[in-house]
Each structure stands twice: as structure tokens, then as C-alpha cells.
């Protein structure tokens, strides 16, 4: 029989993945002019608080993959502000 736990680690493992090409393709590029800034800031809000229901829940399958998709969805920022300062002042 399948778990909760497994059922919320597979979810949790495939959502989490699903940001992975984002953030190579950003990297690569060096570009992230495409990327909304207000989606991935409401986003990363969004998972920031999941982070702390998991936490409160003691939940591990929310903890870990909202706590991984926090630092890509905040990677995902970084490169936005980075590579968008950087193409200004060329």
C-alpha cells in the first residue's frame, strides 16, 4: 500500500525537479529577461510558506522539497536581478 509520505515525497521530488531546466537554461543563456519577476516573487513566497507548514507539521516530504524548491525559485531571482544588471550596464 502507498503512503502519504511517499505519495507527498514523489509529488514533492517531481515538482522540485521541474525547476531544474529553468534554472540550467537561465544559467547558460545568462539571460533571464523572459522570466516574470512578480510570478517567481509570489512563488517563492508561496513555497517559503509551505516550508513553514511542513515545519509545523514535521512533515518531511513538504519540508524537502519546498525547502529545494525555495533555493531554485530563489536561484531563478538572483539570476533575474544578476544577469538584468549586468545587461544594463553593458
Do not use: C, E
Not at 531546466?21 to 517567481?40: E, G, H, N, W
Not at 513538504?62 to 536561484?75: A, C, W
Not at 538572483?78 to 544594463?88: E, T, Y
Request: glycine share 8%.
Amino acid at each position: 500500500m502507498i503512503t502519504n509520505d511517499l505519495i507527498g515525497s514523489i509529488a514533492g521530488t517531481l515538482t522540485t525537479i521541474a525547476f531544474l531546466p529553468q534554472v540550467l537554461k537561465t544559467y547558460r543563456s545568462r539571460s533571464a529577461k523572459d522570466i516574470s519577476l512578480v510570478m517567481f516573487l509570489l512563488f517563492s513566497l508561496g513555497v517559503f510558506l509551505w516550508l513553514l507548514y511542513g515545519l509545523s507539521l514535521q512533515s518531511m516530504p513538504i519540508v524537502v522539497s519546498n525547502g529545494i524548491t525555495l533555493v531554485l525559485s530563489l536561484s531563478i531571482l538572483a539570476m533575474k536581478f544578476w544577469f538584468g544588471r549586468k545587461a544594463k550596464g553593458t
